[in-house]
């Protein structure tokens, strides 16, 4: 089994890591982490590349630190882009079993207006989506 976590940047979700470490123990799985800058043109952008890079990269390191924590080796990954379009790709490539990501963060309202990328990958992903709530929610 091949489970990839899509860590959120810029968001402090243990939990989630963390009932991804409690399956891969279960089931013996690999795991792949995968964050994603959110910029598709970086001229559009409201600031540098770099600053969504690096805000992907702590997302990325801290889910593969707090893995390693709980005995779970894990591969680190951040790309360019689309969320939902890397994502689905990434997975697609590592030939995950599932792709786990943590429920929506945003309000309602932002919600029903932006989007909401968990319910997208359930939507268009061509394999099983976990979505991981918050604990206390």
Known sequence: M?????AKPDA???????AVARLAKQTGATVAVVAVDHVELERFSPAP???FVRAAGEAVDAAV???A??????QGTV??????DRIMDFADQQRADVI????????????RLLGSLPLQLIEKASRPVLVVTRPDA
């Open 69 to 74: 924590a709980a005995g779970i080796e894990a």
């Open 65 to 67: 630190r707090r893995l």
């Open 79 to 84: 790309l360019p882009g689309r969320p939902l």
């Open 100 to 111: 786990v990501v943590g429920a929506s963060t945003r309000p309602a309202v932002a919600e």
């Open 2 to 6: 091949h489970i990839v976590l899509a």
């Open 49 to 51: 590349r770099s600053v």
């Open 12 to 18: 402090d979700q243990p939990w989630i890591t963390d």
